[in-house]
């Protein structure tokens, strides 16, 4: 539980530090962005999801002002189903599985060239991540030393690049797209083993 506490300090010191960062400039707007993502999986069979790779999800996150650094918190939730191998102890067995997820995510946009208020710009994201995680594993599998559903915190990080395009130059209601490809590193404990939830995550939105 430490350990959530000083992930859950560092967001917070991050999301106040960003923000006085860009009191002294005034910003294009703070805004709100509704995304579909698709996050394929990476790591060791048995303790990771790349047998099955694909997992689908949606999010909301909102946006502070900015022109060059934009601070962010976000929330998503995603689910994947499948087959694969999972670690009984020591023995490995293959099994249909139910995978759900919800994180929160808090961090910093930052755009090398400034940030227009109309038409396309790119910057870097990253951020800090804390999530929730439940698998239940099919009825039919026979097991000896792990439960047929576990449930666990993750913590980690996600770094990636994205661009926007600002439709409207309006001083309200600037409508815009956006696309990211990010890489996110995180971890957990399912099944009494380190289990790898890192991933690369594409994802498409609309904001406003």
Same mark, same amino acid.
């Given at each position: !539980? ?16 960003? %923000? ?26 048995? %303790? ?15 946006? !502070?002002?900015? %022109?060059?650094?934009?601070?962010? *918190? ?11 191998? *999972? ?29 227009? %208020?109309?038409? *396309? ?20 599998? @026979? ?20 661009? @926007? #395009? ?8 600037? #409508? ?14 399912? *099944? ?15 904001? #406003?």
């Amino acid at each position: !539980m430490l350990r959530y506490f000083y992930y859950f300090t560092l967001f917070c010191a991050l999301f106040t530090a960003s %923000k006085d960062c860009e009191a002294n400039q005034a910003g294009i707007f703070p805004s709100t962005r509704l995304s579909a993502y698709q996050s394929n999986y990476s790591g060791e069979p048995g %303790k990771s999801f790349a047998e099955t790779a694909t997992g689908l999800g949606a999010g909301l996150t909102v946006f !502070m002002d900015g %022109k060059r650094l934009i601070p962010y *918190f976000g929330f998503k939730v995603g689910s994947m189903a499948g087959t694969q191998t *999972f670690l009984d102890g020591t023995t490995e067995v293959s099994s249909s599985f139910k995978y759900y997820n919800s994180t929160a995510e808090a961090g910093l946009q930052v755009f090398v060239i400034e940030r227009k %208020k109309r038409g *396309f710009n790119t910057y870097f994201s990253a951020g800090g991540v804390l999530g929730y995680n439940f698998v239940a594993l099919g009825k039919t599998v @026979e097991l000896e030393n792990i439960h047929r559903s576990d449930q666990s915190f993750s913590v980690g990080y996600a770094a990636g690049i994205g661009s @926007e #395009w600002i439709l409207t130059s309006a001083n309200n209601n600037k #409508w815009n797209f956006n696309a990211e490809v990010l890489y996110k590193s995180e971890s957990a404990t399912l *099944f009494k083993s380190k289990y790898d939830l890192s991933c690369m995550v594409f994802s498409i939105g609309l904001g #406003w």
